[in-house]
């Protein structure tokens, strides 16, 4: 497996009076080509994760490598090959959209001759063509937001990493962003987002860690996460019937070996919970009772289960 952001054992100590502890120990894989949430409260230290990968602050000991070039020694290297959204981002105000990223596109080496084309179709892309020659201090800030995006584009960087990228954008802004950035790892690109807004983003992940007060609570896939809790909250199972008694079904499937929990949830609905896998069983158990069955799903953790879950054992 390659991964494009691996980090060992980095640790951050602020020499402020107390001297705080940004990063404990944080150990970190991404693998190429996946969405990587980083989440965690305010304070918990992604922010200095993020600065420390792209070479702007130097952790205290612990090494990492972005796109298999060292932090310390080669971060000009990651910095031509990483489109970054920092937190605080700004542009100049009194440019507009484009003369902003035609400026910074420069700055990145597009050729003049390119410039101009390759900007106005990111703008379009992060849904900002009908503000391509409005002046930046006429932006709201969700509209600043996904300039900033847009600037990470610029160079067409086979990994982006965003710090929050959703703080200050709309409903409607943050479902548009979740379809680009799935967009954008279809194309071949690898996305490290952080952010505290499990609701937005946690949807779009394929892995994730958990950061809390500078320290990994928990890294993986979301199925290893999900399967790992399922483990010990156990596996649910909604079922809506259409005809027979939720009662006596109730009190049958109590008689399971291994039901955690059954919950009647309304004349014809009830919830489940098991130590294993039961689908099969029920299956049986509904058709040789006679029960018309109208649905039955396995319930899926939430992001906001699996994080108050980890946050919790750790
Ligand atoms: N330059 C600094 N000097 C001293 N302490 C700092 C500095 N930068 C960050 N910290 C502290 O390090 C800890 C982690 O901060 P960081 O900005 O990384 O958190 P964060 O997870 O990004 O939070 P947020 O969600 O609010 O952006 C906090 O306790 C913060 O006060
Ligand atoms: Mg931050």
């Not at 930046?136 to 937001?145: D, E, H, L, T, W």
């Not at 409607?172 to 790892?185: D, K």
């Not at 649910?236 to 949830?265: C, M, Q, S, W």
Request: aromatic share 8%; proline share 4%; hydrophobic share 40%.
């Amino acid at each position: 497996m390659s991964f494009v952001i691996e980090c060992e054992n980095l640790v951050k100590v602020f020499k402020s009076k107390p001297p705080i502890r940004a990063l404990d120990e944080v150990s970190i894989k991404v693998p190429r080509g996946c969405i990587f949430g980083l989440f965690g409260p305010n304070g918990a230290g992604k922010s200095t994760l993020i600065s420390i990968l792209i070479g702007l602050t130097l952790p205290t000991s612990g090494s990492a490598k972005v796109l298999g070039y060292d932090t310390l020694r080669e971060s000009l290297e990651i910095r031509k090959r990483v489109g970054v959204l920092p937190e605080g981002f700004s542009f100049y105000d009194n440019l507009t959209a484009l003369q902003n990223l035609k400026y910074l596109g420069m700055l990145d080496g597009i050729p003049p001759d390119e410039v101009e084309k390759t900007a106005i179709g990111i703008l379009n892309k992060v849904g900002l063509a009908d503000r391509v020659n409005t002046k930046v201090s006429k932006f709201s800030r969700g509209m600043k937001q996904k300039l900033g995006i847009a600037q990470a584009l610029l160079k067409n960087p086979e990994l982006l990493i965003f710090d929050e990228p959703t703080v200050g954008v709309d409903p409607e802004g943050v479902i548009q962003f979740r379809e680009f950035i799935q967009s954008l790892v279809k194309d071949g690109k690898t996305i490290f987002l952080s952010t505290h807004l499990l609701r937005d983003l946690g949807v779009v992940c394929t892995h994730t860690a958990i950061i809390r007060r500078g320290k990994i609570v928990v890294q993986g896939s979301m199925e290893e996460l999900t399967q790992k809790m399922k483990g010990v909250k156990g596996y649910g199972y909604e079922i809506h019937i259409k005809t027979g008694d939720v009662n006596r079904l109730a009190e049958e499937l109590r008689k399971f070996p291994r039901i955690i929990e059954v919950r009647i949830e309304g004349i014809n609905k009830l919830k489940a919970f098991s130590e294993e896998e039961l689908g099969n069983e029920i299956f049986m158990l509904l058709s040789k009772g006679g029960y018309q069955v109208e649905a039955m799903v396995s319930l899926k953790p939430e992001w906001e289960d699996l994080y108050k879950f980890y946050s919790e054992v750790s």
